[in-house]
């Protein structure tokens, strides 16, 4: 079993449309990667306590042991930083994480010797050999897929860095012009975008703040790590870049006449790209756009303009620093429909995301109609 669900975390690592369709998005879907396979790292913890060790087979305890002791350190850095007893010690940067992550694989093949090698029992179950065996070729497929191929099966389009502009001392907006034909996607998906530029190498995830009408891509980035500050300080015109997608399925065309947009900061970004799409007439929109100051309301006038020529759209900037926490109570209150019929769609900081979407659940509002994505890949 710990073998089984191995294979299937790397076939959810492979970025497939079509999983992403059935997993309802890429964050899902890697959310459920991340938990197969803990699950699976978990089930050979139990394997290692609980089989009695066979020194006798010298080729394959080493295998075994190299397996196990690998699988071990790198499921330590994936889940350390998200565990509080941990996340102090276990201090790993998204970069040197996506790097080590790759040898998951390697492991993940040096435990094929050990089972030919001491498993005698596995020999004499066919049943079980042929369900092991199965497995290890799609997880082993899977794996080379996606890290050989992928770039031939997830094409990446070049574009160029046109124009850089510094909203402020940690957001920058980059905007991005095709070489060829641009990609297509749908208003508030995101794309992962790879710089040739030294430094900024890294393929990374970011929500695309322009309409699909337009030729050029928008990118709004808030430096908020390694790479966004080098990114911010760092990136020049004219270099050119690789974006791969679209992916993502927060839709709100897809919700009930009646909605809420709540965004935190640079949350905004994909409602942006609703708002410079022409929202539909067809939707009765509240539209929440927390910041903590002022000054961090970079898209303000942008979206009250949006508002003004919308007569469904009813925007509301909640400055936190003055008007205090903004809660779904709040939201409730000044919600006119039944919230059985109302659709919510979020983005922003996870603890806000969490906050709302418990909040709503509270009130009534179904599950099924609370729309989030969480970019939290590692």
């Known amino acids: 079993m710990a073998v089984k669900l191995l294979a299937i975390s790397f076939v959810l690592a492979t970025r497939a449309r079509t999983l992403e369709q059935r997993f309802g998005g890429l964050d899902k879907m890697y959310r459920s990667h991340r938990h197969v396979a803990v ?11 609980v089989v009695p060790w066979r020194f006798d087979s010298p080729g394959g305890v080493p295998a075994g042991l ?15 930083p998200r565990l509080r ?3 102090r010690i276990v201090t790993i940067s998204y970069s040197a994480w996506k790097h080590t992550h790759r040898l998951v694989g390697v492991f993940f093949i040096f435990s094929i010797p050990h089972m030919f090698l001491v498993d005698s029992l596995i020999m004499d179950a066919f049943v079980a050999l042929g369900w092991v ?7 082993v497929a899977a794996y080379f897929h996606r890290l050989l191929i992928s770039r031939i099966a ?12 510094r909203l402020d001392d940690a957001t920058l907006e980059v905007v991005l012009t095709p070489d060829r034909d641009p990609i297509h996607f ?11 530029q030294p430094g900024l190498r890294e393929p990374h995830p970011f929500t695309v703040a322009s309409s699909p009408r337009e030729r050029d891509l928008r990118l709004v980035v808030k430096a908020t790590g390694d790479f ?7 990136l020049q015109t004219g270099r050119s870049a690789r974006v791969e997608g679209a992916y993502g399925m927060l839709d709100y065309r897809r919700g009930t006449p009646d909605q809420i947009w709540i965004a935190g900061g640079i949350g905004i970004t994909p409602m942006l790209a609703w708002l410079r799409d022409h929202p539909s007439h067809d ?6 756009y927390t910041v903590r100051h002022p000054g961090d309301a970079l898209f303000d006038h942008d979206i009250a303009e949006h508002a003004a020529r919308h007569p469904n759209l009813n925007y509301h900037l909640i400055i936190s620093s003055t008007d205090g926490t903004l809660t779904a109570e709040d939201v409730a209150a000044d919600t006119t429909a039944p919230l059985t019929t109302i659709s919510v769609y979020m983005c922003g900081p996870v603890a806000l995301i969490n906050a709302f979407e418990q909040g709503f659940l509270n009130l009534g509002v179904a599950a099924s109609n609370i729309h989030y994505e969480e970019f939290a890949f590692r």
């Open 39 to 49: 699950a699976g790292y978990l089930l050979l913890v139990a394997h290692v306590a």
């Open 66 to 80: 190299i397996a196990f002791g690998g699988l071990t350190v790198l499921t330590l850095l994936s889940i350390g």
């Open 85 to 87: 007893p941990t996340r």
């Open 133 to 139: 065996l199965a497995a290890y070729v799609v997880g």
């Open 154 to 165: 997830q094409p990446r389009v070049p574009y160029t860095v046109r124009a850089t502009h």
């Open 186 to 196: 749908t208003a508030g998906q995101f794309v992962f975008v790879h710089f040739k």
């Open 228 to 234: 966004t500050r080098r990114l911010h300080d760092q």
């Open 283 to 288: 939707h009765h929109i509240d539209l929440y």
